[in-house]
């Protein structure tokens, strides 16, 4: 089971060499500009915005279908729901089932909407080891017991998953199939043996952090106190100023 997203966060692109700290404000700027996108003419506009950025990245594109294959399930719903409850135009009907137009409008914003916002976060993910990215939070003010969290959950996340795969290559060298009706009980007795698990481990990495000095000023990560060099800084403010163009010919 792979969860790696920094498998390309050593590239060399002009996303990569942006400072973290300047990339996770300007992106997040462009991010809440396009939560308030709310006109059909703006959506070409975003979604250029996006494709530049991520080409900009060079990220390769199989990357970024991998990491929206998941997410997209939950757009799925609204896809296929939508057209056929919102609105009054009606632009094909066969019985009971009437397919209107503006619900195809909306989701072609809700749509366009999540796929940006996503692959920004994407972009940002991708392009930024994630060491660098806890330190330019933290630089930014965010707690360091969340900052420690955050970087202990993505650490481990790996263990959890590799625990997972010998469970269930175990189960099915048993001949478990998770087909069956009556698999309910095994899943659950793997859950919890997997939870179990962890929290033994959890209290072992604690106590092990605590030999070495964590809790007295030892920091896991090292801050990022600087917005980089004037280039990192043209990046930022040219996002704001996209993102404030955006949100008033929104308002506007």
């Known amino acids: 089971m792979n969860i790696e ?8 692109s002009p996303v990569h060499q942006w400072a973290p700290r300047s990339k996770l404000v300007g992106l997040g700027l462009l991010v809440v500009a396009y939560a308030t ?27 970024l279908r991998s990491r929206l294959r998941y997410p997209s399930l939950f757009l799925l719903g609204v896809v296929m729901t939508l057209p056929w409850l919102s ?12 397919l209107r137009q503006e619900g195809l409008l909306t989701v072609v914003l809700v749509a366009s909407r999540f796929v940006s916002i996503l692959t920004l976060g994407i972009v940002l993910l991708g392009s930024t080891p994630f060491l660098q990215l806890i330190g330019a939070l933290r630089g ?5 017991l969340l900052a420690d969290m955050t970087l202990l959950a993505y650490r ?9 795969a010998r469970l269930k290559q175990a189960m099915r060298l048993r001949r478990f199939s998770f087909l069956q009706t ?10 919890g043996t997997l939870l179990i698990r962890t929290y033994e481990q959890s209290e072992r990495v604690y106590k092990a952090m605590q030999l070495r000095g964590y809790g007295s000023g030892h920091a896991l990560y090292e801050q990022t106190q600087t917005w980089g ?3 990192d800084l043209a990046g930022l403010i040219g996002c704001g100023a996209i993102a404030a163009t955006l949100m008033a010919l929104q308002w506007g």
């Open 229 to 231: 060099t004037g280039l």
């Open 140 to 144: 930014l003010g965010l707690p360091d």
């Open 37 to 63: 996108v709310q006109s059909l003419w703006l959506v070409p506009v975003m979604v250029g915005i996006t494709a530049l950025l991520y080409l900009g990245s060079r990220l390769p594109l199989s990357f």
């Open 87 to 98: 609105g009054t135009t009606v632009l094909w009907q066969w019985g009971p089932l009437a």
């Open 182 to 191: 009556q698999s309910w009980q095994p899943l659950a007795a793997v859950t």
């Open 5 to 12: 997203i920094e498998r390309y966060a050593q590239m060399q």
């Open 156 to 164: 481990y996340l790996f263990d959890i998953a590799d625990q997972l």
